[in-house]
């Protein structure tokens, strides 16, 4: 499968070209960076900390979607919402694992969904799936008497908060519950808040040093509290997720699929 990576040069975009350059089945398609940037021209062998490949980081984007079966993006929201239109007129699968998508951006994959398998996790790594189906069960056993929280620590560049795996995670609570996330949702506190409101959902999110992904739900109640946890000590393992999810799309019929599809959790 030939697999594509937009945002190539970024953090996660790094370890995806080193993971699709390491699995079998995979043959790597091209890799883009946005106007200007000084990746742009670089070997992409060479950016995965590897031989060279040669093939260098380009800025067209249209020419690596012809070039890809399947595309997968860890860049920015807008960039993300304009490589769904680019899936969808090409019929190229694509794998977002992008967060801090809004109304807009998650349009523009759904319109996408329509025309070519598109999946879409803010957490692509086996625990937290796992730890969304736990946090969803546990929600809708303990009931309102146990105040859902939950905490997200992540290193210092992260520009969105709380997490798309925070927020996920609420996601699963609320649902556990049979309630909607956003009717309930407390994602900051701030000054005299009162006390809190029984059946809120509330998040806390810290931000230092080189944390690769770390969260905790808490169920606190009078005399106990359950606490369930997930620690990411490589970006490696979302990159892994990523492009399994990539070959899972391989023949699949369009829609919009999570990571929960594509490991059989669903
Ligand atoms: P980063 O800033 O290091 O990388 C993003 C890259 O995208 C940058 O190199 C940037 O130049 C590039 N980019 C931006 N617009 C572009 C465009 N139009 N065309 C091509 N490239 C473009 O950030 P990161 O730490 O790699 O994270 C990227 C995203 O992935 C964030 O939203 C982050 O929260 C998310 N993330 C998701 C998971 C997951 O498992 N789903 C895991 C880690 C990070």
Known sequence: MKIGIVGCAGRMGRMLLARVLSTDGCELAGGTERPGHEA?????????????????????????????????????????????????????????????????????????????????????????????????????LLGDDYDIEIVEMHHRHKVDAPSGTALALGEAAAEGRGVRLDDVAQRVRDGHTGPRRRGDIGFASLRGGDVTGEHTVIFATDGERLQLTHMASSRAVFAAGAVHAALWCEGREAGLYTMRHVLGLE
């Open 40 to 140: 742009l021209g670089q070997d992409l062998g060479r950016l995965a900390g590897g031989e060279p490949f040669g093939l260098a980081v380009s800025e067209d984007t249209g020419a690596l979607f012809d070039a890809s079966d399947a595309v997968i993006d860890f860049t920015g929201p807008d960039a993300t919402a304009g490589h769904g239109s680019l899936a969808a007129e090409r019929g190229v699968a694509l794998v977002v694992g992008t967060t801090g998508l809004e109304r807009v951006h998650l349009e523009a994959l759904d319109l996408a969904a329509r025309r070519t398998p598109v999946v879409q996790a803010a957490n692509m790594s086996v625990g937290v799936n796992l730890l969304l189906g736990l946090v969803r069960q546990a929600a809708a």
